[in-house]
């Protein structure tokens, strides 16, 4: 887990409490974050309602080939392909975001696919230049009174 925040000392209990200890790494606030995703198997995001926007983390993540388990919040469906670069569940729903980040741990082959999926739809929906373009059409567009 890479981050920090106040629920820090209560995620390392129950991590301990459930023996995961060897196997679920608190990392706290880094700044090597673009090093860090390829050696990663999921990005998951757990979010509430109006917390997020475009969520940054999983644009990182699916550019470095890392699929997603995500609550459906914000863009976030913007983001994950349901089924395709990762997965989306209800807001709140902890046994479905545990289903299928363990769905995706326990399947090499479907994560893979997936994750090379997302790298895919990364460079094609959200590369910087075709975000460039993008917004010069619109705003051609625009002057020209389409945008109306």
Same mark, same amino acid.
Request: charged letters at 30%.
């Given at each position: 887990?890479?981050?920090?925040? *106040?629920?820090? +000392?209560?995620?390392?209990?129950?991590? +301990?409490?459930? !023996?995961? /200890?060897?196997?679920?790494?608190?990392?706290?606030?880094?700044?090597?974050?673009?090093?860090l995703w390829p050696a990663m198997d999921v990005a998951v995001l757990s979010s509430h309602p109006v917390v997020?926007?475009? *969520?940054?983390?999983?644009? $990182? +993540?699916?550019?470095? !080939?890392?699929?997603?388990v995500s609550t459906d919040v914000g863009s976030v469906r913007d983001v994950i392909a349901q089924g395709e670069?990762?997965?989306?569940?209800?807001? /709140?729903?902890?046994?479905?975001? +545990?289903? %299928?980040?363990?769905?995706? &741990?326990?399947?090499?082959?479907?994560? %893979?696919?997936? /994750?090379?999926?997302? %790298?895919? %739809?990364?460079?094609?929906?959200?590369? &910087?230049?075709?975000?460039?373009?993008?917004?010069?059409?619109?705003?051609?567009?625009?002057?020209?009174? $389409?945008?109306?």
């Open positions: 887990m890479i981050g920090d925040g *106040p629920e820090r +000392a209560k995620i390392e209990a129950e991590i +301990a409490a459930h !023996g995961l /200890g060897e196997v679920v790494l608190m990392l706290g606030a880094r700044r090597d974050i673009p090093q997020e926007t475009l *969520p940054v983390t999983l644009l $990182e +993540a699916h550019a470095c !080939g890392v699929p997603g670069t990762g997965w989306l569940v209800p807001i /709140g729903d902890v046994d479905a975001l +545990a289903r %299928r980040l363990t769905q995706l &741990l326990r399947d090499e082959p479907e994560r %893979r696919r997936m /994750g090379e999926a997302a %790298r895919v %739809r990364a460079v094609r929906e959200f590369d &910087l230049a075709n975000m460039v373009k993008a917004y010069e059409d619109l705003f051609v567009r625009t002057a020209e009174g $389409e945008g109306r």
